[in-house]
């Protein structure tokens, strides 16, 4: 099972909008509504900020958005801030034998 | 306040083995499967296994198969990574994380992670 493809970074401007995008297979992504999202600055632990596509936990910023087009999700960041630097992977089930695979990760950038 | 702490990590020898702990606490541990996942030096989240609650399955990323060996004790509420075999590229930081679910755990979300503990196979 390959890791799901995600752009190696993404950058934007405080205060604009960013997608990050999660390409996967009809094996994974495009076959389950099981998708979810994490951010990792370096050094501490990942954090949950999406699951299962499009809901977000509570106490996650509503800047945080998510969506789920064929075998592409997609993670937006809304109104981008210094604390959203940080590196961000998707994460899918991707069927029997392979609970989970993660995408290669996509550095944002707050120029 | 739901807490997961890895211990257990230092330096190796190629073809040795090591045993990582997760203890958790702050919440019902038996009633949740637990994952494991590693970043290498400069490379993404690679996730290797889960546990489901009670035990009944694990699985185990092709990387990592035949080598290490995912457990866990309700009584003590950890979960462990027994890491035999090591090789040069099991070096990474391992985080430990609750699986968290709507239905099957193996269609779950990873939350929270816990800081992670630093393995070094080297000679």
């Known amino acids: 099972q390959s890791a799901l493809t995600q752009p190696a970074s993404v950058s934007g401007s405080p205060g604009q909008s960013i997608t990050i995008s999660c390409t996967g297979t009809s094996s994974d992504v495009g076959r389950y509504n099981h998708v979810s999202w994490y951010q990792h600055h370096p050094g501490k632990a990942p954090k949950l900020i999406i699951y299962e596509v499009t809901k977000r936990p509570s106490g996650v910023s509503n800047r945080f958005s998510a969506s789920k087009s064929g075998s592409t999700a997609s993670l937006t960041i809304s109104g981008l801030q210094n604390d959203d630097e940080a590196d961000y992977y998707c994460c899918s089930h991707a069927g029997s034998g392979i609970p989970f695979v993660l995408g290669t990760g996509t550095k944002v950038t707050v120029l | 306040e739901v807490q997961l702490v890895e211990s257990g990590g230092g330096l190796v020898q190629p073809g040795g083995s090591l045993r990582l702990s997760c203890a958790a606490s702050?919440?019902?541990?038996?009633?949740?499967?637990m994952t494991w996942v590693r970043q290498a030096p400069g490379q993404g989240l690679e996730w290797i296994s889960v546990?489901?609650?009670?035990?009944?399955?694990?699985y185990y990323a092709k990387s990592v198969e035949g080598r290490f060996t995912i457990s866990r004790d309700d009584s003590e509420n950890t979960v462990s990574l027994q890491m035999n075999s090591l090789r040069a590229e099991d070096t990474a930081v391992y985080y430990c994380?609750?699986?968290?679910?709507?239905?099957?755990?193996?269609?779950?979300?990873?939350?929270?992670w816990g800081q992670g503990t630093l393995v070094t196979v080297s000679s």
């Open positions: 994380a609750r699986v968290e679910d709507s239905g099957y755990y193996y269609e779950g979300w990873f939350d929270p």
């Open positions: 702050g919440f019902t541990f038996r009633s949740y499967a």
């Open positions: 546990i489901s609650h009670s035990s009944m399955s694990t």
